[in-house]
């Protein structure tokens, strides 16, 4: 087990910071290059960090709107029947809800960028929702409880604050995990005296080393500004659970401490120390963070990102652009003349790159000449390079856009699929580090009463809740008792709904489900008893449609079962009574009543095109009014 002293914590600490460091020692490389010199002063066409050929933007604009183009829709579903099923939907119900109020997209545009990178870094946690939130004074990961109504928020952790235990070679099996936090120390200072029953140390904070930018009028930095600000290490250690902790079964998981570098005695080395009292950790099993990745990168828990794989390629390139730009720069156009009026006449043309000199050897009246500009064999480099560097990227032209080029039909076919699939995967990574954010959310809602908000209209549409009630979730309510716990909840992204909506396609899709119903319907008349639910709900997933399965109206399907029971009910009685005779005759005996009629009376089964509307009615659970979906059971409505 991890020590919980200062002094070896902060050697972990330094040591996890350092592995970082060399992890991610090409990130600002990456970014200058992604930003142009725009945004970074002394990059110029003289200097070596110059990109001509922005291949980072072009992947980045490239890439976002296929990860991240609308907020995610989720489907939260139970592993148990009876009431844990209601949960789930109110669950899900919670989650849509607070996804569109914090405009979660905005957030996954960043965690997204990171990942192409390097990797991206989420926190969850718990914050206070009565105006102004005081604890944005404190350290990341902070959770304020007893009281006040709180809400589950995610924040971005940079990829040079973030650092876990250097001797994992995953992070679900780090033994610590953490983050740093810069904080002005007067204004902690002031917190932590206003504040007692936080436990923060105002002497350990006073004596704090200086972390901060240089002071202005400093040697190497004199632009900088005057700060005094110090360096905080919040540190997550699963495995440690403090004496007076109320244990995981009321949702603790391990414990939080805050560290800092105190300056020590006549300016010695610095020490860790705690900067207040460590406290038991409110939240999911996983912790509060969460990593986004996409390749695995073999005994490292950093993942590789498809930026960083290409780092050698794009210096080839810009290289080689480089070389040839300053050809270009020097190639010089050079007209010789052998008649003074016509070379003043030339030279009034005006172009820049064109020198005139005089020549009397009996030539044509103008001879030109050039001298520098590009190489064939230039010219030939840029292209291999680039060519390297777009095949490593998967940075085709049916990515870009482009569908002309060389090649026959087959051969796009091929490299469009393999383009695809490469895409998929990226997409399926990117999915599942949101699926495990949206769990950690989720755990709140979950447990946490404190956490109060209205529901969407549509879901009270849904309810069947009159919107003047003003029907609310609330979090919480329920105990282990009840028979199931947050384990038995599974939550997925829909899909498809993170990516940018087709109107043309939507219509389409639209109309290729109508007729598919209609076609199917009676199908759905011989078969009543086939999962017809489960059915369309894999079709309406595979087609962007996941509610296609609300649609179907199981009461239908119940008519459909019962009439073909007596159908074949009849049927039976007219084959036995057909029966009948023939059967008395082999026997000998007295011929009984005669065959009934050919014409088999038959119950008539319901016309499609009458009862298409009656299948399309999605048979919604019905709430009484003025309730609302509650953690504790569906609905509820909480007092506010």
């Not at 414990?255 to 005695?265: F, K, N, V």
């Not at 085709?396 to 076919?413: Q, S």
């Amino acid at each position: 087990m991890l020590t919980s002293d200062p002094e070896k914590l902060m050697v972990e600490i330094k040591a996890a910071c350092t592995f970082r460091d060399e992890y991610a020692k090409t990130l600002d490389k990456q970014h200058k290059r992604f930003t142009g010199p725009h945004y970074h002063e002394g990059s110029s066409g003289e200097t070596q960090d110059y990109s001509p050929e922005n291949t980072y933007y072009e992947y980045i604009s490239l890439m976002i709107p296929r990860l991240i183009f609308d907020n995610p829709r989720v489907q939260v579903s139970s592993r148990r029947p009876g009431p844990s099923r209601d949960v789930a939907l109110a669950l899900k119900y919670g989650l849509d809800r607070w996804v569109r109020d914090i405009v979660l997209r905005k957030k996954l545009v960043e965690l997204a960028t990171d990942m192409l990178f390097g990797y991206g870094v989420a926190m969850v946690k718990e914050s206070v929702r009565d105006g102004i939130d005081m604890s944005a004074m404190l350290p990341e990961g902070e959770v304020q409880r007893p009281g006040k109504p709180t809400w589950p928020v995610v924040e971005r952790i940079s990829q040079k604050r973030f650092f876990m235990d250097a001797e994992t070679e995953r992070m679900s099996d780090a033994r610590f995990i953490g983050h740093e936090v810069r904080r002005d120390r007067g204004d902690l200072l002031s917190r932590a005296k206003e504040h007692p029953e936080e436990g923060w140390d105002v002497e350990v904070l006073r004596e704090a080393a200086e972390n901060g930018p240089k002071k202005k009028g400093s040697a190497d930095n004199a632009s900088a500004p005057s700060r005094d600000e110090i360096v905080l290490f919040e540190v997550w250690i699963p495995e440690t659970t403090l004496k007076d902790s109320p244990g995981s079964e009321n949702g603790f998981h391990g414990t939080i401490y805050t560290l800092c570098s105190s300056q020590g005695p006549k300016g010695n080395s610095p020490s860790g120390q705690f900067a207040r009292k460590p406290r038991a950790y409110y939240g999911p099993r996983t912790g509060p963070y969460s990593m986004f990745g996409i390749y695995k990168v073999p005994d490292s828990p950093f993942p590789l990102s498809p930026l960083t794989a290409v780092e050698a390629q794009v210096s080839d390139l810009n290289l080689h652009v480089r070389a040839a730009t300053r050809s270009m720069l020097n190639h010089k156009r050079i007209a010789g003349v052998n008649d003074p009026r016509t070379a003043q006449l030339v030279k009034d043309v005006g172009h820049d790159n064109v020198a005139v000199i005089p020549f009397e050897d009996g030539r044509a009246l103008v001879q030109e000449f050039e001298v520098g500009g590009q190489t064939e064999q230039q010219v030939g480099w840029i292209a291999s390079a680039r060519e390297r560097a777009d095949r490593a990227l998967g940075m085709d032209e049916a990515l870009r856009g482009n569908v002309a080029g060389i090649g026959t039909a087959t051969e796009h076919t091929i490299a469009s699929e393999a383009s695809n699939t490469r895409m998929a995967f990226i997409k399926q990574a990117f999915t599942d580090s949101v699926t495990a954010l949206l769990e950690k959310v989720a755990f709140y809602l979950y447990h946490d009463d404190r956490i109060v908000f209205p529901l969407d209209e549509e879901i009270v549409r849904d309810l069947g809740i009159p919107p003047e009630d003003q029907p609310m979730f609330q979090g919480g309510g329920h105990s282990s008792t009840d028979g199931f716990t947050f384990e038995d909840m599974e939550l997925e992204i829909e899909p498809y709904s993170m990516e940018r909506a087709n109107e043309g396609l939507a219509q389409k899709r639209a109309m290729e489900m109508h007729s598919m119903l209609l076609n199917t319907l009676p199908a759905m008349q011989q078969y009543p008893d086939y999962p017809w639910v489960d059915h369309f709900s894999k079709i309406g997933n595979a087609m962007n449609a996941p509610d296609l399965a609300e649609l179907v109206d199981t009461n239908l399907l119940d008519r459909f079962a019962q009439d073909l029971a007596n159908q074949q009910r009849i049927q039976a009685q007219v084959a036995r009574q057909a029966a009948r005779p023939m059967l008395q005759s082999q026997v000998g005996t007295t011929p009984g009543p005669k065959a009934v009629s050919e014409k088999r009376p038959s119950k008539e089964l319901p016309n499609a095109g009458q009862q298409s509307g009656k299948m399309l009615q999605a048979p919604m659970q019905q709430a009484p009014a003025g309730q609302a979906a509650g953690m504790g059971g569906m609905p509820k409505m909480p007092g506010m």
